[in-house]
Nanobody, 115 residues
Framework: QVQLVESGGGLVQAGGSLRLSCAASGRIFGIYDMGWYRQAPGNQRELVAGITSRGRTNYADAVKGRFTISRDGAKNTVYLQMNSLKPEDTAVYYC?????????WGQGTQVTVSS
């Protein structure tokens, strides 16, 4: 069993920054990828950014140049630094971990960007 706990969401004005954290615990071993997804009301959940066990990253076009994903392997933690936030970034952000072909999800953290 794997548990993911997110933190760092909140309310921020447009142009501001937030840093999300996701700590993984439980039966974590071997190679695993992590990432962040988001879901706005009425929309499907979408990938924001991902990072492999070797540190390779990928980003949604909408966040390239503004968001940065990173991970601390020793702490089993992934971060999402979000800069230059826009109202359209408002969503619930979910942490994801893929281990042995199984997907694990956090409970989600709300990010609200006011104009």
């Amino acid at each position: 069993q794997v548990q993911l706990v997110e933190s760092g969401g909140g309310l921020v004005q447009a142009g501001g920054s937030l840093r999300l954290s996701c700590a993984a615990s439980g039966r974590i071993f071997g190679i695993y990828d992590m990432g962040w997804y988001r879901q706005a009301p009425g929309n499907q959940r979408e990938l924001v950014a991902g990072i492999t066990s070797r540190g390779r990253t990928n980003y949604a076009d909408a966040v390239k140049g503004r968001f940065t994903i990173s991970r601390d392997g020793a702490k089993n933690t992934v971060y999402l630094q979000m800069n230059s936030l826009k109202p359209e970034d408002t969503a619930v952000y979910y942490c994801n971990l893929v281990l042995s072909r199984s997907d694990y999800w956090g409970q989600g953290t709300q990010v609200t960007v006011s104009s």
